[in-house]
C-alpha cells in the first residue's frame, strides 16, 4: 500500500471508488440525480481532496484497492477546497441535500470520539481478488496504527461493508439509524495492538 501520488495512481484510484460506490445506497443518497456519474465523481473528487490534504489517500501495490486515512487532528481547509464543496454543493447535491449531508457529518462526528485516526471509503471489488485486496489493506493500516498506538474509526452505511469490518478486526460500538435515508449507519472502532518493531518494515503516516 502506498501514498496515492502519481496521475496514474489518482485515475485508477478514482476507477477503483466509482465502481465500488456505483450503487451505493450511502451515497446517492445526497445526490440531487442519483444516477449521475459526474455527481459521484463530483463528491469522490472531493473527498479525495479532504484525505490528499492530510497526506492520508493510499491506493494498494496491485491498484485494485483505495482507503483514506488520516489522523483527526490534521486540518485540511483551503480556499481551493472550499470552493470545491461549493460546487459539490450547487451541482451535485443540489442545496437541500448539500446542507443535509452537513448535518449528516456532524452527526458522525458528533458520536465519533475526537482523536485517533479515521478510515473511510475503503473500496475494492467483491470479487475473490477484492476480498483479498481489502484484507492487504487491513494488515497495514492495522500495522500503522499499532506503531503509532492509535486507534482507528470507520464508520459505513452498507451491510457487506458492516460485515466485512467486522471479519478483518474492527468492534462495532454503536449503531444509529441515518437521519435522511431509509439506512442504518454502524461506528467501528479498532484499538491498537502491542507491536514489535523488528517484525515489521519501517512505515510512515507523518
Known amino acids: 500500500m502506498k501514498r496515492i501520488q502519481s496521475i496514474d495512481d489518482r485515475q485508477k484510484a478514482f476507477e477503483v471508488l466509482a465502481n465500488a460506490f456505483q450503487y451505493s445506497k450511502g451515497m446517492t443518497w445526497m445526490l440531487r440525480k442519483p444516477k449521475c456519474e459526474r455527481s459521484r465523481r463530483s463528491i469522490l473528487k472531493f473527498f479525495y481532496s479532504e484525505a490528499h490534504a492530510r497526506n492520508g489517500a493510499y491506493i494498494t501495490r496491485d491498484k485494485k484497492g483505495v ?22 454543493i450547487l451541482f451535485a447535491t443540489g442545496i437541500r ?45 492495522f500495522e500503522l496504527a499499532d506503531r503509532y498506538k492509535q486507534v482507528i474509526y470507520a464508520e459505513t452505511t452498507s451491510f457487506r461493508a458492516c460485515q466485512l469490518y467486522k471479519i478483518i478486526g474492527y468492534e462495532l460500538y454503536h449503531t444509529e439509524k ?25 512505515k510512515n503516516i507523518a
Do not use: M
Request: proline share 4%.
Open 67 to 88: 482507503v483514506f486515512l488520516y489522523s483527526q487532528s490534521k486540518t485540511s481547509f483551503s480556499l481551493r477546497r472550499l470552493g470545491q464543496k461549493l460546487h459539490v
Open 97 to 141: 441535500n448539500g446542507i443535509r449531508s452537513l448535518k449528516y457529518q456532524q452527526l458522525i462526528r458528533k458520536i465519533r470520539p475526537k482523536t485517533g485516526w479515521v478510515a473511510t471509503l475503503l473500496a475494492c471489488n467483491s470479487t475473490e481478488s477484492g476480498i483479498k485486496t481489502a484484507f492487504e489493506i487491513k494488515q497495514e493500516i
Open 178 to 202: 441515518h437521519p435522511y435515508a431509509d439506512l442504518t449507519i454502524w461506528f467501528f472502532r479498532r484499538d491498537p495492538k502491542p507491536y514489535n518493531q523488528s517484525n515489521h518494515n519501517q
